[in-house]
């Protein structure tokens, strides 16, 4: 499997996301942890360096000395939070927060330093899905199913909860072997409303375009239910199976109207050994409408073994 290294235990963008994932500019240097919270957190933990960033928040590996053990401590950017305020970091702790699942990572502690939110999860040596997809490309049918299995299970219970998740992507998947965790609840929504806006900046739809359901591309208020996060989970399965995403373009917009308008690309073109039902449950996963998908992850795994072959 090769070495592996430490997770970027990352979510809202945090961390370098290559270029299936997000059409952003590179990242910006590691920075060292603002001296206010260090002196905030120092009776709790010990932060070593960071881990990665984003757009939101900036994440660090730190020694939990109360616990005797490493985590991650995501903090939301001082400027950010300045600027816009809290409101959206503060639900993903929320959210995250009453997610109690194998295969979601946890949230350990919160808190507020120097007026500015942090929240800590467990530190894991592994890899991103998108990481293990970079480095290897497809994966065998046995590792497709046994980490679809894992996220298909954590997003039912999400979405048994309220909860959708609105950016599930190989790079908000997180492995140690065959392990999944999802991880990044920093875009989800409360399926049946929480009080929140829409998180978008005028006609600008947060999520990834390669990922994204057309309902949720089309924003405006759309209502999502969790059959938007099994389109995103399909795009994934699909990516695992073909090792590259099922639609993509030189642009946001272009990628958005293919997920609208094109048909999904036959994987038995790219990868012989799938048998042509496979394409039946690809079509399903990521039907265009919503009544047309899967009506649940756990179903579309299901769907999806019945069609693969016993080896490969």
Same mark, same amino acid.
């Given at each position: 499997m090769g070495e592996s290294r430490p997770f970027l235990i990352l979510a809202a963008g945090v961390g370098p996301e290559p270029p299936a994932d997000s059409l952003s500019s590179l990242p910006e240097p590691p920075t060292a942890a603002p001296t206010a919270l260090l002196d905030a957190l120092r009776h709790r933990f010990r932060i070593e360096r960071e881990l990665g960033h984003g757009g939101m928040a900036t994440v660090y590996l730190?020694?939990?000395?109360?616990?005797?053990?490493?985590? $991650?401590?995501?903090?939301?950017? /001082? $400027?950010?939070? $300045?600027?816009?305020? /809290?409101?959206?970091?503060?639900?993903?702790?929320?959210?995250?927060?009453?997610?109690?699942? /194998?295969?979601?990572l946890a949230l350990l502690d919160s808190g507020v330093a120097d007026d500015v939110p942090w929240y800590a999860m467990p530190f894991v040596e592994g890899e991103s899905l998108r990481e293990r997809l970079a480095r290897v490309g497809q994966l065998l049918f046995s590792e497709v199913l046994d980490l679809g299995r894992q996220v298909a299970a954590a997003l039912d219970y999400a979405h048994a909860a309220g909860v959708v998740h609105r950016d599930i992507k190989p790079g908000n998947i997180l492995l140690s072997g065959r392990q999944a965790w999802v991880t990044d609840f920093g875009i989800a929504r409360l399926a049946m409303g929480d009080g929140d806006t829409p998180i978008t900046s005028g006609s600008l739809v947060v999520g990834t375009p390669y990922y994204m359901s057309p309902e949720q591309a089309r924003g405006g208020g759309t209502q999502l239910d969790g059959r938007s996060d099994v389109y995103s989970l399909g795009c994934v399965l699909y990516e695992m199976l073909a090792g590259a995403p099922p639609f993509t373009g030189p642009t946001r917009e272009a990628i958005l109207s293919r997920h609208a308008l094109d048909p999904v690309p036959p994987l038995t073109t790219v990868r /012989?050994?799938?048998?042509?039902?496979?394409?039946?449950?690809?079509r399903t996963a990521l039907a265009k409408a919503p009544a047309g998908r899967f009506a649940t992850a756990t179903e579309a795994l299901a769907a999806l073994e019945s069609s693969l072959p016993r080896h490969a």
């Open positions: 730190a020694q939990d000395l109360e616990h005797n053990r490493r985590v $991650a401590i995501k903090v939301l950017r /001082p $400027a950010l939070a $300045a600027a816009v305020g /809290p409101d959206r970091f503060l639900r993903e702790i929320r959210i995250t927060a009453r997610l109690h699942h /194998p295969s979601i /012989p050994a799938v048998q042509p039902a496979t394409n039946v449950v690809m």
